[in-house]
C-alpha cells in the first residue's frame, strides 16, 4: 500500500504543480513565482493535512521528493512557454488550455483527497469517517485554495462548478468502501467517485445555489 500511495502522491504532486504553474504563467509570473505556485499548489493541501494530523515537519520538507517533483513540473511547464511564447495566443490555447486545466486539477483533486483519507488513517487508532473525510477534502483542496488566494483570484472551490462536494462524495466513498473491499481497491473507488463528479459537473455546469 505504501508504493502504492506514493505513485499515487507523484501523479497527483505532477498535476497540481502543472495547473498551478498554468495559472502563474497565466499571471505573468517570472520562474520564481511560477516553481512557487506550482510548488504550493502540489504541497500546499499536504501540509496543511500533516500539521492537523501532527506530523512534524510536514511531509514536504522530510520528504523533499515532492517539492522536487513540483519545482522539475513547474520549470518544464515555464521552459515550453518562455521558448514558444505565442502558444499563449495560439489556437492551442483557445481550444485545450481550459481541458488541460481541468483535467489536471481533476485528477490532483481525486488523487491527494484519497491520499489524505489514507493519511488520516494510519494517525488515527479507530474509523472516524467524519474526520477522515474532513483530513481527505483538506488535502484535495487546501493547495488551490491558496494557489488561487496567491494569485489575487477568488478560490475556485467558492465560486465555480461542484469542487469541494465532489471531493466530499469521493472521500465518503473511499471511506465506505476500504472497509469491505481493501484500502488499495476503496481508494481507487474513491478518485473515481471524485473525478467523475468533477468531471460531469463541468460538463453539465452543474453548480450550487446561489443569490444572482
Sequence with gaps: MDTFTFILEIIGTIAFASSGAMIAIEKKMDIFGVNILGATTAVGGGMMRDIILGVTPPAAFSKPVYVLFSVLTATLMFTIVYTNPSILDSEFKSKYYDTIMLLCDTLGLGIFTVVGIQAA??????DNAFFFVFVGVLTGVGGGVVRDIMAGETPYILVREIYACASIAGGAACVICRN???EAAGAIIGLIVTVVIRL????FHWNLWRIR
Design 200 to 203: 460531469l459537473a463541468s460538463y
Design 121 to 126: 488513517a494510519n494517525v488515527m487508532n479507530k
Design 180 to 182: 469491505s473491499v481493501g
